[in-house]
T-cell receptor, first 112, second 115 residues
């Protein structure tokens, strides 16, 4: 079973920031938070991951709370092409090569 | 260049048939995976291979047999297809190890329809 909880759906206006929350209250100290997304009819795509510090890359920013029980993925300027299902996944940092456990994810709709 | 490719993209077949789905990655990764996404869109791991050796088998029926001829390929053979096998099957690969992100790269998927 997935160890994360996400809202099933969210809307965002094009050009605005999309903030996608994730709860992972049972996360352990060895576990990373990963975010993937799946655009309709495509394979999942890696976005970003973090352990306890905030992270940023060319796609998004990841904000992890100090107690690590929740995180937020931020798409700073959402476009129509960001419409997708976003998955927050908790994964043991020492379980290299292990499976990803996908939950239901958040279906993000970016609207013009 | 496609990093992880799968063939075919679509597969329609009758119950009871045997079929194969092929996966190839050109990323130099040593770990490959098969995931199944059902009609309710749940994505679930089926198998993973590291250097041609099976390391994860998630209680998948024996009718499913992965085969890894080399590190770059992981094919999925399905015997005696059933209606419930209809799904989208995704192949993925990664390069686990110290200092890596162990990011999994997914193929485009194969939509299997069993009639």
């Amino acid at each position: 079973d997935a160890k994360t909880t996400q809202p099933p759906s969210m809307d965002c206006a094009e050009g605005r920031a999309a903030n996608l929350p994730c709860n992972h209250s049972t996360i352990s100290g060895n576990e990373y938070v990963y975010w993937y997304r799946q655009i309709h009819s495509q394979g999942p795509q890696y976005i970003i991951h973090g352990l306890k510090n905030n992270e940023t890359n060319e796609m998004a920013s990841l904000i992890i709370t100090e107690d690590r029980k929740s995180s937020t993925l931020i798409l700073p300027h959402a476009t129509l092409r960001d419409t997708a299902v976003y998955y927050c996944i908790v994964r043991d940092r020492y379980n290299q090569g292990g499976k990803l456990i996908f939950g239901q994810g958040t279906e993000l709709s970016v609207k013009p | 260049d496609t990093a992880v490719s799968q063939t075919p993209k679509y597969l329609v077949t009758q119950m009871g048939n045997d079929k194969s789905i092929k996966c190839e990655q050109n990323l130099g990764h040593d770990t490959m995976y098969w995931y199944k996404q059902d009609s309710k869109k749940f994505l679930k791991i089926m198998f993973s291979y590291n250097n041609k050796e099976l390391i994860i088998n998630e209680t998948v029926p024996n009718r499913f047999s992965p085969k890894s001829p080399d590190k770059a390929h992981l094919n999925l053979h399905i015997n005696s297809l059933e209606l419930g096998d209809s799904a989208v099957y995704f192949c993925a690969s990664s390069h686990p190890g110290a200092g890596t992100t162990d990011t999994q790269y997914f193929g485009p998927g194969t939509r299997l329809t069993v009639l």
